[in-house]
């Protein structure tokens, strides 16, 4: 099933384990494409949920939550920390204590106005994505995530490069460059994409 569920030469995606790969919901699902439409369908009815009303995501209980009501419909593990090592993120055991980290760097942040709301939303993104938490999905959450924050201090969601008009790849790419020039500390890459 890993060969058409997941393409080895999109560095962008993450590779599942075989029994990670066991644990799709949908039975019936045999291309990328069908992989892409039940979970677009899942994402979509967790955004209208996290944005119903107000609710809070700088906790860790909370971050796992929209995860998990993000792919419920799709994986058995959604919610679930990953135990495996992936191309990116780092050790599986480390990831419950960065998330603590990083909730309280955000706090701190937003307390103290280290950042204005915008780096600090995008920091804690792509901090997010850095920790890869999840089997998959995780910079599909992180951008959720992220919109929640910006929300919570009061500003619009982020565009995520949807106001640029350019087809889906090129977004794609912009955004995975974003993100690799802030691992090296470069941030206004990532800061202009997602109002862009």
């Known amino acids: 099933m890993s060969g058409p569920l997941f393409n080895p030469e999109d560095e962008a995606a993450t590779p ?29 009815k967790a955004d209208r949920w996290a944005f119903s009303k107000r609710r809070p995501i700088l906790e860790v209980k909370a971050l796992c939550v929209l995860h998990k009501r993000m792919f419920k419909d799709v994986w058995k593990w959604a919610g679930q920390y990953r135990t495996t090592a992936r191309n990116i993120g780092i050790d599986a055991w480390q990831i419950p204590m960065e998330l603590e980290h990083l909730v309280d760097d955000v706090a701190f942040w937003m307390e103290h ?14 901090k997010l994505v850095f920790i890869h938490p999840f089997p998959n999905g995780n910079g599909r959450w992180a951008r959720l995530a992220s919109d929640m924050l910006i929300r919570d201090m009061g500003h619009p969601r982020f565009t995520w490069g949807q106001n640029n008009l350019v087809d889906i790849k090129t977004t794609r790419k912009a955004y995975i460059t974003a993100l690799r020039r802030a691992d090296d500390h470069e941030i206004q890459d990532l800061l202009e994409f997602v109002r862009s």
């Open 16 to 44: 599942l384990e075989p029994e990670e790969l066991e644990q799709l919901i949908p039975t019936y699902i045999t291309s990328r494409a069908e992989l892409n439409e039940v979970e677009q369908i899942s994402i979509s």
């Open 113 to 126: 106005k280290t950042y204005d709301p915008d780096e600090i939303a995008i920091r804690f993104h792509h």
